[in-house]
């Protein structure tokens, strides 16, 4: 029996858990504000298994797993066994004897599922190849503090159909919002998964996700313009050739000035100035960006109590 619950995708979670989940995420950030840490992992230990480099997301879960009142544990391949090829089975039910959690990034998905098949304790996706959930969290809880809900907004992505783009699919099926992807061709979003996120809308009968070609037309009305690197980590060799094909996908005033008047500009970071975003778009009056990047330890919190109480 697992103690806790893992957060690997959106799937395990439900559209009211999600919305109790920025509701409480919003109570630590007043909570911290006003100098107060509210404590609600005291003594818990987080293993933060990180296969791939990260500022924002190790340092934003340690930093929340200390303010719960507990610690967190960094492995990285080149410090720990997990780099000379221990399996991934063994050190879930090692760290399983240790820790209370595991934060894991790393490429395939189907590793991050097979931790959490092995360990004995919660598992949370630090980003995969796949999906980057906790980040999309904090894109959702920052929508939600500047809008004052998630629902309702005209939601565009601008750029690769990668892990970011995936998880915005899977929260836009779950919440049932209306997102509109602009990807070059051969670029687009995974069909399966696209697929099932469309079939959960026909489900529901809210929401509509839809993907097309052309930035400027996805970016007109936008609420909310999101976008990410090119070229995610582990595909620098393809970094070239990927900016060949999203030539016209950067984030820039032009195709700002198409978005809604009071638009929200957001990017997961780190930030390419001048290939997905430009710097006065990322630095201008609609980017939402560093409130965007403080939110993930307001949301980490939420996540950890969530899956490690
Ligand atoms: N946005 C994000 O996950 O950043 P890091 O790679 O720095 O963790
Ligand atoms: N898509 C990017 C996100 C980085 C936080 C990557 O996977 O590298």
Request: glycine fraction near 8%; include cysteine; proline fraction near 4%.
């Amino acid at each position: 029996m697992k103690r806790g619950r893992d957060l690997l995708s959106f799937a395990s979670l439900t559209a009211a858990e999600l919305h109790a989940l920025l509701a409480r995420t919003a109570l630590f950030k007043e909570a911290r504000a006003r100098g107060e840490l509210i404590r609600t992992l005291p003594g818990r230990t987080l293993g933060m298994i990180f296969e791939k480099p990260s500022t924002r997301t190790r340092v934003s879960f340690e930093v929340a797993m200390v303010e719960l009142g507990g610690h967190a544990v960094y492995l990285a391949p080149e410090g720990s066994q997990i780099g000379r090829g221990e399996p991934i089975a063994d050190t879930a039910r090692v760290l399983g004897g240790y820790c209370h959690g595991i934060v894991i990034r790393t490429f395939a998905q189907e590793r991050a599922e097979e931790l959490a098949r092995w360990a004995p304790i919660p598992v949370v996706n630090g980003l995969t190849d796949r999906l980057h959930p906790c980040q999309v969290l904090a894109d959702l809880f920052t929508v939600h503090e500047l809008r004052g809900d998630v629902v309702g907004a005209r939601y565009v992505w601008i750029g690769d159909g990668n892990n970011m783009a995936a998880s915005w699919i899977e929260a836009a099926a779950l919440l049932g919002l209306d997102l509109v992807l602009a990807c070059p061709e051969g670029y687009d979003p995974d069909a399966a998964l696209l697929a099932e996120a469309r079939a959960q809308i026909a489900a529901t009968g809210r929401g509509r996700i839809e993907v097309v070609r052309d930035p400027r037309a996805a970016a007109r009305g936008a609420d909310v313009l999101s976008t990410d690197v090119w070229a995610s980590m582990g595909q620098e060799q393809e970094a070239a050739l990927r900016a060949r094909a999203f030539a016209g996908f950067c984030v820039d005033d032009a195709l700002l000035a198409l978005a809604a008047p009071d638009a929200i500009v957001l990017h997961c970071l780190p930030a390419h100035r001048g290939e997905e975003i430009s710097a006065s778009v990322l630095e201008g009056p609609h980017s939402a960006v560093w409130r965007q990047a403080e939110n993930r330890l307001h949301v980490q919190k939420a996540v950890l109590e969530l899956c490690l109480s």
